[in-house]
């Protein structure tokens, strides 16, 4: 289903101009979706104890670090 969505032109160029940018040029609503995808998921590393935010960047650290090759 489709909706609009009102938006002053300065705040709807934003979005375009990062789908050019840093997404390919794909469509709005592909960008939209990678935008809240990537505001969910800070909002989930916020979140984390010190502890647990410790874990993760040892663990992003570890995956960075290998040679695994990955798939298609």
Same mark, same amino acid.
């Given at each position: 289903m489709r909706t609009s969505?009102?938006?002053?032109? =300065? #705040? /709807? #160029? *934003?979005? =375009? /101009?990062?789908a *050019?940018? @840093?997404?390919g040029g794909t469509d $709005?609503?592909?960008t939209v979706a990678r935008l809240a995808f990537e505001h969910e998921s800070f909002t989930a590393l916020?979140? $984390?104890? #010190? @502890?647990? $935010? +410790?874990?993760? +960047?040892?663990e992003q650290r570890d995956l960075a670090e290998s040679d695994m090759p990955v798939p298609e």
């Open positions: 969505m009102r938006a002053e032109s =300065v #705040d /709807r #160029d *934003k979005p =375009v /101009r990062i *050019k940018r @840093d997404h $709005l609503d592909e916020a979140r $984390l104890s #010190d @502890d647990a $935010l +410790q874990e993760y +960047q040892e």
